[in-house]
């Protein structure tokens, strides 16, 4: 589940065509840009199958850092979940990131817990290189494992940035290969359909997202937007269905909105609470 709050939040996607587009370009090409913002999201449960979970409730924390050269990305999330046969479980996510501005060099590290108990640490860091750009990804925790990442990979805010271009071109589909280090699988193939733009000022889906009461927290809201559909599948997977699928509203500048993740069996209704801009580096 952590990996499916990664990549909503840092834009994280699949994989390029063959062919794809050369490293200096995916990261730097003009167009949009991303705002550096912390956000508040509230988590509650929108659909479940019978039999399964019953109840949901949390709360993502997420913030993005224009560090000059690259960008900080953090994701804490805490999630709890009751089951139909009277079962619960406690959920902590924490993901922290960071990605070079050319598209070159990547570093994370992701712990979950569940039920106060450490379940999974995963650290590392990896690097691209070439047009189209292919490389490495180096794995330190839980142990020490090198994974290939195919021509046309890319990581999580270039992917952010490839897929607002994407929208600003008119373009209504998209598929690239995404690396971001929330799983040891590697990277996922990831497609994304977007739907037609939206002004600035679009009125917000009742109920998947809250009022903003800083002037500068709406300000970032006030952009031209998309609605999308984003699904993740292995790189390799040739099956129908996709693990989990996400539906948000992305703005121009990165800010996401009106989220529903669907793991299959249950989905999550992740409600806006709050957001505020964050100081741009004086470079």
């Known amino acids: 589940m952590g990996k499916g709050f990664a990549a909503v939040m840092i ?48 709360e993502m924390n997420y ?9 900080t990305m ?3 999330t805490t999630l709890d979940l ?3 046969e009277g079962g619960e479980m406690a959920t902590q996510w924490e993901f922290v990131a960071y990605e070079s501005k050319d598209g070159g060099d990547y570093s994370f590290f992701v712990r979950n817990k569940r039920n106060g108990e450490v379940d999974e640490v995963l650290e590392g860091s990896a690097a691209l290189a070439g047009q189209p750009p292919k490389g490495e990804a180096s794995f330190h925790k839980p142990e020490n494992d090198v994974v290939p990442l195919p021509a046309g990979t890319l990581f999580p805010s270039a992917h952010t940035l490839d897929i607002l271009r994407a929208a600003e ?13 929330a799983s040891e699988e590697g990277p996922s193939l990831v497609t994304a359909f977007i739907g037609p733009p939206l002004p600035a000022g ?18 970032l ?30 703005h121009d500048n990165g800010v996401a909105q009106e989220m529903v993740q669907d793991f299959g069996f249950f989905s999550l209704r992740t409600l806006l609470k709050d ?3 964050l100081p741009e580096p004086d470079c």
């Not at 031209?224 to 699928?245: C, G, H, K, V």
Request: net charge positive; aromatic share 8%.
């Open 202 to 219: 679009a009125e917000a889906t009742k109920g998947l997202s809250g009022p903003v009461s800083n002037e500068a927290g709406k300000a």
């Open 63 to 71: 913030k993005l850092e224009n560090t000059c050269a690259g960008w």
């Open 11 to 58: 834009g994280a996607a699949g994989a390029l065509a063959a062919g794809g587009v050369p490293l200096a370009s995916t990261a730097q090409a003009a167009g949009p840009t991303l705002a550096p913002h912390e956000a508040v999201y509230a988590l509650s449960l929108a659909r479940a199958t019978p039999g399964g979970v019953v109840n949901a409730r949390g």
């Open 221 to 250: 809201l006030n952009t031209p937007s998309w609605r999308m559909t984003i699904a993740f599948f292995p790189p390799d997977d040739r099956e129908d269905l996709p693990n989990y699928e996400v539906r948000v509203r992305y």
């Open 74 to 76: 953090e994701t804490r």
């Open 82 to 84: 009751t089951y139909a």
């Open 275 to 277: 957001i505020k801009p």
């Open 169 to 181: 071109r008119g373009e209504r589909y998209l598929s690239r290969t995404v690396f971001d280090g």
